[in-house]
C-alpha cells in the first residue's frame, strides 16, 4: 500500500516560488513507482504537470518547462515540485501521484492535494 501526503502550498505573488513536498510510505516505492506532479483548477480537467520514473527521467507539461523542477530524496521518501516564475495560471489544487504497471494492471495512487495560489 502507498500513501502519500503533499504539503508546501500556500499563496504566493506572481514571479514567486513555492515548493512542494510528497512524503511517500512503501518500500523503495521510488524503484518501481513514476512519482508525479499533477493539477487542477476549478472546472477543470486534472493535468500533468511533471513526472520522474524509476530511472530518473523527467517529463514536463509544456506550460511549466523551464520554471518548475521535480526532484528525488530516496533518503526521505520524499518528491519535490520546485516552482519558480509562478503566474496566476498555475494557480490549482496540485496532487502527487504514484503509478506503476504490473503484470497488465496499473497500479495508481493520489495524495490528498494542496492548493497553490498566485495572486497579488
Known amino acids: 500500500q502507498v500513501e502519500l501526503v503533499e504539503s508546501g502550498g500556500g499563496l504566493v505573488q506572481p514571479g514567486g516560488s513555492l515548493r512542494l513536498s510528497c512524503a511517500a510510505t512503501?518500500?523503495?516505492?521510488?524503484?518501481?513507482?513514476?512519482m508525479g506532479w499533477y493539477r487542477q483548477a476549478p472546472g477543470k480537467q486534472r493535468d500533468m504537470v511533471a513526472t520522474?520514473?524509476?530511472?530518473?527521467?523527467?517529463n514536463y507539461a509544456g506550460s511549466v518547462k523551464g520554471r518548475f523542477t521535480i526532484s528525488r530524496d530516496t533518503a526521505e521518501n520524499t518528491v519535490y515540485l520546485q516552482m519558480n516564475s509562478l503566474k496566476p495560471e498555475d494557480t490549482a489544487v496540485y496532487y502527487c501521484?504514484?503509478?506503476?504497471?504490473?503484470?497488465?494492471?496499473?497500479?495508481?495512487?493520489w495524495g490528498q492535494g494542496t492548493q497553490v495560489t498566485v495572486s497579488s
Open positions: 501521484n504514484a503509478n506503476r504497471r504490473y503484470s497488465h494492471t496499473d497500479y495508481s495512487y
Open positions: 512503501g518500500r523503495s516505492i521510488f524503484s518501481f513507482y513514476t
Open positions: 520522474i520514473t524509476p530511472g530518473g527521467s523527467t
